[in-house]
C-alpha cells in the first residue's frame, strides 16, 4: 500500500488488517507537529519504527508494564486507608 491508496483523515484499518500482528490493533492518535517532528527525528536516528518507539515509550509509562521491572510506590491515598 503506498499514499496514493488512500487520503489523510480515511479509516484504512481494513486495509491495514492483513498485516498486523496476532493479538495487536490499530490505535489512532493525535499528535502536535513538534511532537511528530520529535517522533521522526528519533526513529530517523535509532532506525526504530514509529511503532516500535511508541511501544517501548508506553511500556515505560504506564504502571501495568512497570510492574515487572520497578518497585510499586504507595500513594497517600492507599498509605491512608492502610
Given at each position: 500500500?503506498?499514499e496514493?491508496?488512500?487520503?489523510?483523515?480515511?479509516?484504512?484499518?481494513?486495509?491495514?488488517a492483513?498485516?498486523?500482528?496476532?493479538?495487536?490493533?490499530?490505535?489512532?492518535?493525535?499528535?502536535?507537529?513538534?511532537?511528530?517532528?520529535?517522533?521522526?527525528?528519533?526513529?530517523?536516528?535509532?532506525?526504530?519504527?514509529?511503532?516500535?518507539?511508541?511501544?517501548?515509550?508506553?511500556?515505560?509509562?504506564?504502571?501495568?508494564?512497570q510492574?515487572?521491572?520497578?518497585?510499586?510506590?504507595?500513594?497517600?491515598?492507599?498509605?491512608?486507608?492502610?
Open positions: 500500500m503506498n496514493q491508496d488512500y487520503q489523510l483523515g480515511e479509516d484504512v484499518t481494513e486495509q491495514f492483513p498485516l498486523l500482528q496476532p493479538h495487536t490493533a490499530v490505535l489512532s492518535v493525535e499528535l502536535s507537529v513538534d511532537l511528530l517532528t520529535e517522533l521522526e527525528t528519533v526513529s530517523e536516528a535509532t532506525g526504530q519504527s514509529f511503532d516500535q518507539i511508541i511501544n517501548s515509550a508506553l511500556a515505560a509509562y504506564l504502571p501495568s508494564q510492574a515487572a521491572t520497578l518497585p510499586r510506590r504507595t500513594t497517600r491515598r492507599a498509605r491512608a486507608a492502610q
